[in-house]
């Protein structure tokens, strides 16, 4: 049986998919912030609970992961469309950013034979930055300081996770910061 938090991460993964569309085919920006607020509050809400529940498992947490990043993309994707400014000036931090990241999830898979979901602090702020800067800027169907400043700071947060993957030795999900894995390795010594 498929459980809440497994359908709620399978309906922010049709997000995708929608929201990219919806902008393809011109729908108004408001309907593509309300796709990504819908898509937003399902994050929220299948962690809470999956913990709830108990079933707040380590493949879920991965799934989880995957369907974040595939969502931030096609909505990144789609905002290109909608607001063909909205990256004016970023692109440096946003080359950068996927640099990094594909970097990170390049060493994660040869050091772990899988990507690690962390979900660290940084994560849980740059969701709410990058979903602050996306309703905006489709709602007010223009740019905003907000997109820039979620650049940068998921620049920060691929630094913090590959930095935790260099440290563990082993591959684990939910690390908060690179001082709880500092202090993991040190623990073990």
């Known amino acids: 049986m498929i459980s809440a938090p497994q359908l709620l991460i399978a309906f922010r993964a049709a997000c995708a998919p929608v929201v990219f569309v919806l902008a393809c085919y011109g729908f108004p920006g408001l309907l593509l912030a309300?796709?990504?607020?819908?898509?937003f509050?399902?994050?929220?809400?299948?962690?809470?609970?999956?913990?709830?529940?108990?079933?707040?498992t380590p493949a879920l947490r991965h799934a989880?992961?995957?369907?974040?990043?595939?969502?931030?993309v096609a909505a990144g994707i789609a905002l290109r469309v909608a607001v063909p400014d909205a990256f004016g000036g970023l692109w440096l931090p946003l080359?950068?950013?996927i640099v990094i990241h594909v970097s990170r999830?390049?060493?994660?898979?040869?050091?772990?034979?899988?990507?690690?979901?962390?979900?660290?602090?940084?994560?849980?702020?740059?969701?709410?930055?990058?979903v602050a800067a996306l309703v905006?800027?489709?709602a007010?169907?223009?740019?905003?300081v907000l997109l820039g400043a979620g650049l940068w700071l998921g620049i920060v947060n691929e630094l913090e996770g590959f930095v935790t993957s260099l440290l563990l030795a082993e591959w684990r999900c939910d690390v908060p910061?690179?001082?709880?894995?500092?202090?993991?390795?040190g623990s073990r010594r």
């Open 136 to 138: 905006t800027a489709f």
């Open 95 to 97: 080359v950068t950013l």
């Open 34 to 39: 309300a796709v990504v607020l819908a898509a």
């Open 177 to 185: 910061t690179v001082f709880h894995a500092l202090r993991a390795v």
């Open 64 to 72: 989880d992961t995957i369907v974040d990043t595939i969502f931030f």
């Open 105 to 130: 999830w390049t060493f994660e898979l040869t050091k772990y034979g899988r990507i690690a979901p962390y979900h660290m602090w940084s994560s849980k702020a740059l969701g709410l930055v990058l």
């Open 140 to 144: 007010t169907e223009r740019p905003t």
């Open 41 to 56: 509050l399902s994050d929220v809400f299948d962690g809470i609970i999956a913990r709830a529940t108990g079933t707040a």
